[in-house]
């Protein structure tokens, strides 16, 4: 799990211009709509994700949007026998990008995230407050000052990557990765936040912990949030937090 | 019912990956070797989209409660009926409450157990493969142990006059026609790629090792990756990405130099740079490695890749076509029945 470091975005190449498409493999076609995180890059690429999935081309089985791609992947024996199954693919994808998909505006939906900062819930809370010239106080309420944008899930199921963060609280992953990060940690990394969401090794810094779980297979559709929610993270006590604790 | 007597090292329900909720974060799991498994499934007239176990290395010990036609097909697993070994990549009657045996692999990794009928576990989001990780899909969402009871479908025994015959015979199993099913191996061990997004990013040199050199499967190979150790591809300056889209068969590299290819249990996205994509028409070859195997890379452009892909397909169907003039297909609505007790 790397991400974006604004300090060293400086693409090599010429102006790319998007959005453009390539070959993911020979079972897998990319939509690429910028090369950095941006809203109107993650507003494209919700757009098209929902636009595919209310009208997947013949032979797509999966559409995944990521924070600047959409991937389709697809049997290629459904797109055609005959020639080339990603050129024709292509070409079909190519017809909706050109006709344009409506857009769909920033998450409709906007939810506040309890969240019990510091301690053993978020170890390295005293650690970021201090790369950032901070109190773990202004950590916190930098955190949860104000909203974020629910960008993709892949980590995990329902494992939420959402930003941009205030950048007073921007900092890299650890140089150590963690052996544990336990389920419903609350991390950042290089401008956005994560909650993990089954205990697992990480490299994110955790400073929270959240009692929601982020999936169940119990709920339609199985994840807490959404692509393109709002999230508002509040402070809550660890008295609040047992008594909210769904893991 | 089939009774699990011995688990076997690691054995997993799967079938042909839980597509269509990456986006919840949910990965695609699946079988590591397509063409095995697909090929078990139609030795038995099942639908390709069926589960089979998914047997790693030893397999496991179990018998079944009536008499029930069965497959294995990938690595050549020793497996015996009350103690007489069975032909390999080929449908057998089993006689009820005969124990099935699946010894050691003398060759490959997996082996896929396809029972007529098909493992009749609730499918989760559109599927029955495992997810260990996530602990659902398959049986239980965990791989199979000692006692566990895998209900399995209800179906005739396939071929008309196996039974008879099976009965007269006295015989634990009686074999099924045999077909000869053309395999789309990868030739001489070398696993033809696409070059990734990010080739150009790495030097010269490293170019020339991943193309020239061999790579040796670390030990911590798994369902998530195949580690391989050789010499180091080095990129000509650090570079950090943004995570996009990897697949099954995507080459990362990670700081150390060292390649890992993704394989059935992978994550939706990453962002290690991509040096390369294994075409899938030799993903089945590279699943059959063992910890400790040599693998080399050879280029070749998309045509080529989609020409392998399509004429593993042609090879399936095929088969298919012979294996169904004399075998009636599992009828579809299994696909979607719920357990005994269930209803939706």
């Known amino acids: 799990m790397t991400l974006l470091d604004e300090a060293r975005c400086q693409s090599p190449h010429e102006a790319k211009v998007f959005p453009s498409m390539e070959a993911v493999g020979d079972r897998c076609l990319m939509v690429r709509f910028g090369e950095r995180i941006d809203p109107l890059?993650?507003?494209?690429?919700?757009?098209?994700?929902?636009?595919?999935?209310?009208?997947?081309?013949?032979?797509?089985?999966?559409?995944?949007?990521?924070?600047?791609?959409?991937?389709?992947?697809?049997?290629?024996?459904?797109?055609?026998?005959?020639?080339?199954?990603?050129?024709?693919?292509?070409?079909?994808?190519?017809?909706?990008?050109?006709?344009?998909?409506?857009?769909?505006g920033q998450g409709s939906r906007s939810v506040e995230v309890p969240v019990c900062y510091g301690g053993e819930f978020g170890p390295d809370l005293d650690d970021v407050a201090r790369r950032c010239a901070l109190t773990t106080q202004e950590v916190v309420r930098l955190?949860?000052?104000?909203?974020?944008?629910?960008?993709?899930?892949?980590?995990?199921?329902?494992?939420?990557?959402?930003?941009?963060?205030?950048?007073?609280?921007?900092?890299?992953?650890?140089?150590?990765?963690?052996?544990?990060?336990?389920?419903?940690?609350?991390?950042?990394?290089?401008?956005l936040s994560s909650i993990y969401q089954v205990a697992s090794p990480g490299g994110w810094n955790v400073i929270g912990r959240t009692p929601w779980?982020?999936?169940?297979?119990?709920?339609?559709?199985?994840?807490?949030?959404?692509?393109?929610?709002?999230?508002?993270?509040?402070?809550?006590?660890?008295?609040?937090?047992a008594s909210m604790d769904e893991h | 019912m089939m009774h699990v007597d011995r688990p076997g090292l690691f054995s997993v329900l799967q079938d042909r990956g839980r597509y269509g909720s990456q986006r919840l974060g949910v990965p695609v799991n699946g079988a590591m070797d397509e063409w095995s498994h697909r090929l078990a499934n139609i030795l038995v007239g099942n639908p390709e989209s069926y589960a089979t176990l998914e047997c790693t290395l030893a397999g496991p010990s179990v018998t079944f409660d009536r008499d029930t036609l069965i497959a294995m097909a990938g690595a050549p697993m020793t497996v015996t009926v009350d103690g007489i070994a069975i032909p390999h990549e080929r449908a057998v009657l089993v006689k009820r409450d005969a124990k099935v045996i699946a010894g050691k692999c003398p060759a490959g990794a997996r082996a896929y157990l396809a029972v007529r009928g098909g493992f009749a576990t609730e499918p989760v989001l559109g599927s029955r493969s495992t997810f260990v990780r996530g602990g659902f899909?398959?049986?239980?969402?965990?791989?199979?142990?000692?006692?566990?009871?895998?209900?399995?479908?209800?179906?005739?025994?396939g071929y008309a006059g196996l039974r008879?015959?099976?009965?007269?015979?006295?015989?634990?199993?009686?074999?099924?026609?045999?077909?000869?099913?053309?395999s789309p191996a990868?030739?001489?061990?070398?696993?033809?790629?696409?070059?990734?997004?990010?080739?150009?990013?790495?030097?010269?040199?490293?170019?020339?090792?991943?193309?020239?050199?061999?790579?040796?499967?670390?030990?911590?190979?798994?369902?998530?990756?195949?580690?391989?150790?050789?010499?180091?591809?080095?990129?000509?300056?650090?570079?950090?990405?943004?995570?996009?889209?990897?697949?099954?068969?995507?080459?990362?590299?990670?700081?150390?130099?060292?390649?890992?290819?993704?394989?059935?249990?992978?994550?939706?996205?990453?962002?290690?740079?991509?040096?390369?994509?294994?075409?899938?028409?030799?993903?089945?070859?590279?699943?059959?490695?063992?910890?400790?195997?040599?693998?080399?890379?050879?280029e070749v452009a998309l045509d080529e890749a989609e020409h392998a892909w399509l004429d593993f397909e042609r090879r399936l169907a095929a088969l298919r076509a012979m294996v169904l003039e004399e075998l009636q297909e599992v009828p579809e609505p299994f696909l979607h029945a719920t357990p005994l007790g269930q209803t939706t």
């Open chain 1, 41 to 104: 890059v993650t507003a494209q690429v919700h757009s098209l994700t929902a636009w595919l999935l209310d009208h997947p081309p013949e032979g797509v089985i999966d559409v995944v949007p990521a924070f600047t791609t959409v991937a389709l992947h697809y049997r290629p024996e459904r797109v055609t026998r005959t020639g080339s199954p990603y050129r024709q693919l292509a070409d079909t994808v190519g017809a909706v990008l050109a006709a344009g998909v409506p857009q769909i």
């Open chain 1, 143 to 191: 955190h949860t000052a104000s909203e974020v944008v629910v960008h993709t899930f892949f980590f995990s199921p329902g494992n939420p990557f959402a930003g941009p963060l205030d950048s007073r609280i921007v900092v890299p992953r650890r140089t150590t990765p963690h052996a544990r990060v336990e389920a419903g940690s609350v991390a950042i990394a290089n401008g």
């Open chain 1, 213 to 241: 779980s982020m999936f169940d297979l119990t709920w339609t559709p199985p994840t807490r949030l959404r692509l393109g929610d709002r999230l508002k993270f509040v402070a809550v006590s660890s008295q609040d937090f």
């Open chain 2, 137 to 157: 899909g398959g049986f239980e969402g965990r791989a199979l142990r000692k006692g566990d009871r895998l209900p399995v479908h209800e179906a005739d025994v």
């Open chain 2, 164 to 182: 008879a015959l099976l009965l007269r015979s006295g015989m634990p199993f009686v074999n099924g026609p045999a077909w000869r099913a053309h």
């Open chain 2, 186 to 298: 990868a030739p001489g061990g070398v696993l033809r790629f696409l070059r990734g997004p990010q080739w150009d990013a790495f030097t010269d040199e490293a170019h020339e090792r991943f193309t020239a050199q061999v790579y040796r499967a670390d030990s911590r190979s798994d369902r998530m990756g195949y580690r391989l150790q050789g010499p180091a591809l080095e990129l000509r300056r650090p570079l950090e990405l943004v995570s996009e889209p990897v697949n099954f068969g995507t080459v990362q590299v990670p700081p150390d130099g060292q390649p890992i290819v993704l394989m059935a249990d992978r994550q939706g996205a990453g962002g290690y740079p991509k040096i390369a994509y294994v075409i899938s028409a030799d993903l089945p070859a590279l699943a059959q490695t063992l910890p400790g195997d040599s693998v080399g890379f050879g």
